[in-house]
């Protein structure tokens, strides 16, 4: 975890633990429009500045096109993300959506839950065994796999729907692939 790039959004941290952890290990810390008034250890601030208490004292990007959290990760290679949920749900989608906008690999922080897009190079990750997982599809994936859950999948087809849903960890590590197409990954963090 050490060495890693972490953008902080203005909305719901996660717990406070966990914000010490992801502060202390990161070299790299972006605050994202608002989120710049809550903590003053960032390096930068990214946005469009609408949500700021001094917006006049940092550059603007007036871009409406992408979200302040899509600007960060398509400027910086960004490891984790924080407070990117503020109760409005058309935010968090934007989160996920953005990850599959910019072909970002980071991971998305949120009290007891991670989400992260699966790139077509394929995704493997050491869970608890127990630990309940999910694969989204956002429009068609193809040729799915996913080993170590109590339902695997081989090579299967998986479009927007609710299939996948509330799969549970069997293994330690866990192993997905698939040739094309957006697929999310979210799973029960256990690590605190």
């Known amino acids: 975890m050490a060495g890693m790039t972490l953008a902080v959004g203005n909305g719901e941290w996660p717990s406070q633990e966990l914000m010490n952890i992801l502060f202390e290990n990161s ?3 972006i605050a994202i429009d608002g ?31 992408n979200s302040d959290l899509a600007k960060a990760l398509i400027r910086y290679d960004v490891d984790a993300v924080v407070g990117i949920d503020g109760g409005r749900l058309d935010h968090r989608l934007a989160a996920f959506s953005s990850l599959f906008e910019t072909n970002s690999d980071a991971i998305l922080y949120f009290d007891g839950w991670r989400a992260c897009r699966v790139d077509i190079s394929g ?6 065994a127990g630990s309940i997982c999910s694969l989204m599809a956002f429009g068609k994936v193809k040729n799915v796999s996913l080993k170590g859950t109590e339902f695997d999948l081989d090579k299967q087809d998986l479009v927007t729907g609710t299939r996948g849903v509330g799969n ?20 029960e963090a256990n690590e605190l």
Do not use: C
């Open 168 to 187: 549970k960890v069997i293994s330690t590590e866990i192993s997905i692939t698939h040739e094309g197409g957006d697929l999310l990954f979210i799973w």
């Open 123 to 128: 995704l493997n990750i050491e869970l608890y």
């Open 35 to 65: 989120a710049a008034d809550r903590f003053d250890s960032w390096d930068v601030v990214v946005g469009d500045m609408d949500s700021i208490s001094s917006p006049n004292r940092f550059e603007s990007d007036k871009n409406q096109e």
């Open 27 to 29: 070299d790299f810390i």
